[in-house]
């Protein structure tokens, strides 16, 4: 069964700087386009950063020129570096497999915390 498995959440202050690996038990990996959304209290998963099978990536306008999204295919692992992180970005990060040609989701992570005081 595929598992997806986040960590690397933590408390930290207004900014800092997190990574957030996650790893894919997925099969053929390198196929599929993956991605980390993010839910705060209160609010819908939203879809924060995505990384193409060829690693094109593309960023809400929230974290644009703060995090970055990468993927080490032999490790079936993909990363979040979330730089000067704010206040704002206090949210459970989930990681995501999308579907093959598809914006639609295959796969979750459970999820990891991340607070970041002010």
């Known amino acids: 069964q595929e598992a997806l498995v986040e960590s690397g959440g933590n408390f930290v202050q207004a900014g800092g700087s997190l990574r957030l690996p996650c790893v894919a038990s997925?099969?053929?990996?390198?196929?599929?386009?993956m991605g980390w959304y993010r839910q705060a209290p209160g609010q819908e998963r939203e879809l924060i950063a995505e990384?193409?099978?060829?690693?094109?990536?593309n960023y809400a306008e929230s974290v644009k020129g703060r995090f970055t999204i990468s993927r080490d295919n032999p490790n079936s692992t993909i990363y979040l570096q979330m730089n000067s992180l704010k206040s704002e970005d206090t949210a459970i990060y989930y990681c995501?497999?999308?579907?093959?040609?598809?914006?639609?989701?295959?796969?979750w992570g459970r999820g990891t915390q991340v607070i970041v005081s002010s």
């Open positions: 995501a497999r999308f579907r093959l040609g598809s914006s639609n989701v295959g796969a």
């Open positions: 990384i193409s099978d060829g690693g094109v990536t």
């Open positions: 997925t099969g053929l990996f390198a196929l599929y386009p």
